[in-house]
């Protein structure tokens, strides 16, 4: 086989599995949804100025709910076949702020650092 043939059936390989490994909507809803949960759940673990566990119990419940829908209603995505971006809409104005591929979606560095600080 020569090097051009096996070079396109590579490529073709790879192309091939970018399309059906391309994270949905759901996925990139997901990833957005974690990383906020995440973030809202340290910041209720370093808040000493509840001691009950309750209180506590009740703010995470509330707060996964609230940020359950605002991911749902602000988050989406826009597929591109071989990589998706995901998009928030925040006061009429639609940001990009991550992408996937190959089943993966990624925010990027500024948005996690955001949430890390």
Sequence with gaps: MKTKQKLLIICSAIILT???TNPNQAAHKEKV?????AYYQEQLTKDKTTTD???KALGSIIGNSFINSIVETAVSSDNYF?????????????K????GVFGNVF???????????
């Design 18 to 20: 970018a399309i059906i």
């Design 33 to 37: 949804k974690s990383t906020i949960t």
């Design 53 to 55: 566990n309750g209180f």
């Design 82 to 94: 071989l990589f998706s971006v995901t998009k928030i809409n925040y006061e009429g104005q639609e």
């Design 96 to 99: 990009t702020i991550g992408y």
């Design 107 to 117: 925010l990027f560095s500024k948005i996690e650092k955001a949430f890390n600080k």
